[in-house]
């Protein structure tokens, strides 16, 4: 059943208040969850390789508590976006980011692998609602080619996240052992959420107004399915390819440290990687929203896709400096891709959709991100660390034939209506 039309006064988990300055009050808050939640997930490669040692962890185990973590945000992301509507987005983001903390505090206190699994699933449950909740508090507080700015701003947030606690932790790891390490960063997501409940405007009813060529406040009518044949296929084409993009990039990720370990080098080196990386996909994602407007969606995608392969089956055989020297670039490709598809998206649903289809391409991706690493490590354990990246970079490739695909959709969604 195709959702309602737009009430006159939208679920109050979805508005923000109006005003410039409730507007940049509420873009640098959620910036600053965003970034706190992105780190927390990718901070966990840092700490992998310790779990393997202390646990006695087969490559397989290291990727399900990987799993552990991103599959439960990424399963509770719809169900805490339903939530919202009954308690209000600010209210769940600040308490989700408070559990997320927890998490790392609960973990930092474990004194076994059960109590560890239930601290990763905890964690991975208060950053479920970050990405559905702050993203629209940010869209709603903004409008128009403004909003697109302001989620440009906050999507960028998340790689400052990613690149800023990875490191923070191999820094505290070279001072400390691992367990005060995570009390350090849950007390970090303490002060983030004081700040969130602090800074963070209160949830407004006002109506939100749409900005159309014509005037502001007109209702904009809705693009039928009919219009566009091909734009249903079309979705679930693009989604197939962000699955597999997140599945390689999630993978990749989750052993690189293990790769690097394997070349000598040590926490901190492997802290400086994570970064080196995540720097280049903030790149990336710039770089290849530019190249994508520029050059199409078909071409950008072949492109970044094609890069990351090469880039992977490059890494393997070269020393340590090396591998270092090009991480930035596989950063680039590995990030690339995912911003111009987020952003094909809206091409490809009617309008009165994108919420719905948003949550799925999220879900999806996001689920592919956690089931892979499990499905890399029985590979990794079966045929070895190095076959195994080989195999990443080779599966990677299956995204050029679905792109090839997605051609009709571009373009029927590019006619002009008749």
């Given at each position: 059943?195709?959702p309602p039309?737009t009430?006159?006064?939208?679920?109050r988990?979805?508005t923000?208040?109006?005003?410039?300055a409730?507007?940049?009050?509420t873009?640098?808050?959620?910036?600053l969850?965003?970034?706190?939640?992105?780190?927390?997930?990718?901070?966990?490669?840092v700490?992998?390789?310790?779990?393997?040692?202390?646990?006695?962890?087969?490559?397989?185990?290291v990727?399900?508590l990987?799993?552990?973590?991103?599959?439960?945000?990424?399963?509770?992301?719809?169900?805490a976006s339903?939530?919202?509507?009954?308690?209000?987005g600010?209210?769940?983001?600040?308490g989700?980011?408070?559990?997320a903390a927890?998490g790392?505090?609960?973990?930092?206190?474990?004194m076994?692998?059960?109590?560890?699994?239930?601290a990763?699933?905890?964690?991975?449950?208060g950053?479920s609602?970050?990405h559905?909740?702050?993203?629209?508090?940010?869209?709603r507080?903004y409008e128009g080619?403004?909003?697109?700015?302001?989620?440009?701003t906050f999507?960028?947030?998340?790689d400052?996240?990613?690149?800023?606690?990875?490191?923070?932790?191999a820094?505290?790891?070279?001072?400390?052992?691992?367990?005060?390490?995570?009390?350090v960063?849950?007390v970090?997501g303490l002060?983030?959420t004081?700040?969130?409940?602090?800074?963070?405007?209160r949830?407004?009813r006002?109506?939100?107004?749409v900005n159309?060529d014509?005037?502001?406040?007109?209702?904009?009518?809705?693009?039928?399915d009919?219009?566009?044949?091909?734009?249903?296929?079309?979705?679930w084409?693009?989604?197939?390819?962000g699955?597999?993009d997140?599945?390689?990039?999630?993978?990749?990720?989750?052993?690189?440290?293990?790769l690097?370990?394997a070349k000598?080098?040590?926490?901190p080196?492997v802290?400086l990687?994570?970064?080196?990386?995540?720097a280049g996909?903030?790149t990336?994602k710039?770089?290849?929203?530019?190249?994508?407007?520029?050059l199409?969606?078909?071409?950008?995608?072949?492109?970044t896709?094609?890069?990351?392969?090469?880039?992977?089956?490059?890494?393997?055989p070269?020393?340590?400096?090396?591998?270092?020297?090009?991480?930035p670039?596989?950063?680039?490709?590995?990030n690339g891709?995912?911003?111009?598809?987020?952003g094909?998206?809206?091409?490809?649903?009617?309008?009165q959709?994108?919420?719905?289809?948003?949550?799925?391409?999220?879900?999806?991706?996001i689920?592919?991100?956690?089931?892979?690493p499990?499905i890399y490590?029985?590979?990794?354990?079966?045929?070895?660390?190095?076959?195994?990246?080989?195999?990443?970079?080779?599966?990677?490739?299956l995204?050029?034939?679905?792109?090839w695909?997605?051609?009709?959709?571009?373009?029927?969604?590019?006619?002009p209506a008749?």
């Amino acid at each position: 059943m195709p959702p309602p039309s737009t009430p006159a006064s939208p679920p109050r988990s979805l508005t923000a208040p109006p005003g410039a300055a409730a507007a940049r009050r509420t873009l640098a808050t959620a910036c600053l969850a965003h970034a706190l939640h992105d780190g927390y997930t990718d901070l966990l490669y840092v700490l992998l390789p310790l779990w393997q040692a202390e646990f006695a962890l087969s490559y397989a185990a290291v990727g399900v508590l990987r799993a552990l973590y991103a599959g439960t945000m990424a399963g509770f992301q719809v169900p805490a976006s339903l939530w919202a509507e009954r308690v209000g987005g600010r209210a769940l983001l600040v308490g989700g980011t408070a559990l997320a903390a927890l998490g790392y505090l609960l973990a930092g206190a474990s004194m076994g692998l059960a109590m560890l699994i239930a601290a990763l699933f905890l964690g991975g449950l208060g950053s479920s609602v970050q990405h559905p909740l702050a993203s629209s508090l940010v869209s709603r507080a903004y409008e128009g080619a403004r909003a697109r700015a302001a989620l440009g701003t906050f999507n960028f947030s998340g790689d400052v996240g990613k690149m800023l606690l990875p490191a923070l932790t191999a820094v505290l790891l070279a001072a400390m052992p691992w367990r005060p390490a995570a009390g350090v960063l849950a007390v970090l997501g303490l002060a983030v959420t004081a700040a969130l409940a602090l800074f963070l405007p209160r949830d407004g009813r006002a109506e939100r107004l749409v900005n159309t060529d014509a005037g502001v406040g007109e209702k904009v009518a809705p693009a039928s399915d009919a219009a566009r044949p091909q734009a249903s296929r079309g979705f679930w084409i693009l989604f197939s390819i962000g699955v597999l993009d997140s599945a390689t990039r999630m993978g990749f990720l989750t052993f690189l440290p293990f790769l690097l370990r394997a070349k000598g080098a040590g926490l901190p080196t492997v802290g400086l990687a994570l970064t080196l990386v995540f720097a280049g996909g903030a790149t990336g994602k710039f770089v290849c929203g530019f190249l994508g407007t520029r050059l199409g969606v078909l071409a950008t995608v072949f492109l970044t896709e094609g890069l990351t392969a090469a880039s992977i089956f490059a890494l393997l055989p070269l020393p340590l400096a090396g591998a270092l020297a090009l991480l930035p670039l596989v950063g680039v490709a590995l990030n690339g891709t995912s911003s111009v598809l987020y952003g094909t998206v809206p091409e490809l649903v009617p309008a009165q959709r994108h919420e719905r289809a948003f949550g799925i391409f999220y879900t999806g991706t996001i689920g592919a991100g956690a089931l892979s690493p499990v499905i890399y490590g029985a590979f990794s354990d079966a045929l070895g660390l190095s076959r195994m990246m080989m195999l990443v970079a080779a599966l990677v490739l299956l995204t050029l034939p679905l792109a090839w695909l997605l051609r009709p959709a571009l373009s029927d969604a590019q006619a002009p209506a008749s």
